[in-house]
């Protein structure tokens, strides 16, 4: 089975995705860090400011396309993987899959983003808006219809840890 993590940044995809492979015994995938492996491990900030979006963009539905076709694996996507439409949907094609939405509000995201500074600023701003809450409000707003969507469940991970997340995860994959 495949374990698809979707939501925003720092929804906790990538660390509930590395502890969530830890207890399956499963290999684990986060797409930005497949992404940045294909630009020479340069920050995404670093790829778009030299790149471009597009490139990266490119680049993230040929690593989607990939992923989606794993079994026994889980993957943790980039925030914005699920807006691209081929990547969208690989997603929601892929055979014998679990789509899991990790939904948080725009002010906890915010909070955790402001508490991880050194991985926020490897990130490029989405919008221009003035501050980092205002930002995610919007990005949110436009993308949570598509996880949503995309997700066949939808896990509010505001007021849990990661071990309860992964639990509530664990007890909803269908040979639990």
Partial sequence: MLLVLLGYR?????????????????PFTDVDDAIRARFDHR??????????????????????QQLAQQTDHVVALGGGTPMQPVAAQAIAAAPHALRVYLYADAQTLTD????????RDQRPALTSADSLLDEITTTL?????????LADLTLDITQLTPDQAADQILAALPSA
């Fill in 43 to 64: 920050t995404v900030a670093e790829i778009w400011d030299t790149d471009g979006e597009p490139a990266y963009r490119t680049v993230e539905v040929q690593v989607m």
């Fill in 10 to 26: 720092a929804s906790g995809k990538s660390t509930l995705g590395r502890l969530l492979a830890d207890r399956l015994d499963l």
């Fill in 112 to 119: 955790r983003l402001n508490a991880d500074a050194p991985n």
């Fill in 141 to 149: 707003a436009e993308r949570e219809p598509t996880y949503r969507r």
